[in-house]
């Protein structure tokens, strides 16, 4: 590795350095290792994640909401009444899969529809008592299940390490 003057650089105080083709060889080997490494880490979250959604739909799957019904009666219990539109965005879905979802949802009577007195065109949806209980009740056995299971499955430390995880899985969902 040798120093020499070079381009203007954004910190004017650090040298020029001008690698070997070795080095440059030997840096973008390790860079490709990080990026396969973030790339398998990526793939084992997505699969535990699928089979964590796996496992909780097959405990309420009599009679109770699937995972993409379960998400759309939990927004309108969060939000109150929203176009199928909105729900379709904040599920991050197209709108023709969002309406598949709906049509069951009404049909089950969990979810009612109601004229939009802002566009007449649309309508809104709100979640009915019975979609409420629904909610509930999915959402009870799918938590004491994962309560159970990190309570038997984790040791005290690996709870917490499991609790500071739950802040960077956040960030990703949010970004």
Not at 23 to 52: D, G, H, P, W
Not at 93 to 118: I, K
Request: hydrophobic residues 40%; charged residues 25%; positive net charge.
């Amino acid at each position: 590795m040798s120093v020499r003057p070079g381009p203007p650089h954004p910190n004017p105080s650090a040298p020029y350095v001008r690698y070997s083709a070795n080095t440059r060889r030997n840096l973008a080997t390790a860079r490709l290792a990080r990026v396969v490494e973030v790339e398998q880490t990526a793939t084992r979250l997505r699969k535990v994640i699928r089979r964590l959604n796996r496992r909780g739909e097959s405990l309420t799957a009599e009679g109770g909401p699937t995972w993409p019904q379960h998400a759309v009666l939990h927004w309108l219990f969060e939000r109150g009444p929203l176009t199928a539109k909105a729900l379709a965005q904040l599920e991050r879905v197209r709108p023709q899969s969002m309406a598949r979802v709906l049509d069951v949802l009404v049909e089950r009577g969990w979810v009612c529809r109601m004229p939009d007195t802002a566009d007449r065109r649309q309508s809104l949806l709100s979640l009915t008592p019975e979609g409420e209980a629904a909610l509930g009740r999915g959402r009870d056995v799918r938590l004491a299940w994962l309560t159970e299971a990190v309570q038997s499955a984790l040791t005290e430390e690996e709870r917490q390490t499991l609790t500071a995880a739950l802040d960077l899985l956040e960030r990703i969902a949010d970004s």
